[in-house]
């Protein structure tokens, strides 16, 4: 039985920098799982900033470059702002809706004592 995944389209900012950093990252992981030293397990950590450095410098670059391409186009401008701030907001919401449920399963669970 083999599964069928359906390919996603890359992203704009996604680059041949980010996938090196991710197949060390994992390689490291790898290495530290399989000897165990905390020397390995050190370097793993030191490549996960490396990657999240990485997806962050290369994001902003593309946002940047957006942004100076659209050369006084508002509409453009704010069509970037708006979806990028439209994810910000959507996972917002969703962790302070995790947070607030939390809080009132606790304190029903406790009346019942």
Same mark, same amino acid.
């Given at each position: 039985?083999? &599964? ?9 900012? !996604? =680059? +041949?920098? *980010?996938? #090196?950093? /991710?197949?060390?990252? %994992? ?24 990657? &999240? ?9 593309? !946002? =940047? +470059?957006? *942004?100076? #391409?659209? /050369?006084?186009?508002? %509409? ?38």
């Amino acid at each position: 039985m083999t &599964k069928e995944m359906s390919r996603r389209p890359m992203l704009p900012w !996604y =680059n +041949k920098n *980010i996938l #090196a950093a /991710k197949r060390h990252r %994992r390689y490291c992981e790898r290495l530290g799982v399989r000897t165990g030293l905390h020397v390995n397990y050190e370097m793993f950590k030191v490549s996960k900033i490396l990657v &999240k450095n990485t997806l962050a410098s290369a994001k902003s670059e593309y !946002y =940047n +470059k957006t *942004i100076k #391409a659209s /050369k006084g186009n508002e %509409r453009t401008v704010f069509g970037v702002v708006n979806k990028y701030y439209l994810k910000v907001k959507l996972s917002f919401q969703i962790i302070s809706t995790q947070i607030t449920i939390w809080p009132i399963a606790v304190i029903t669970s406790v009346k019942k004592y």
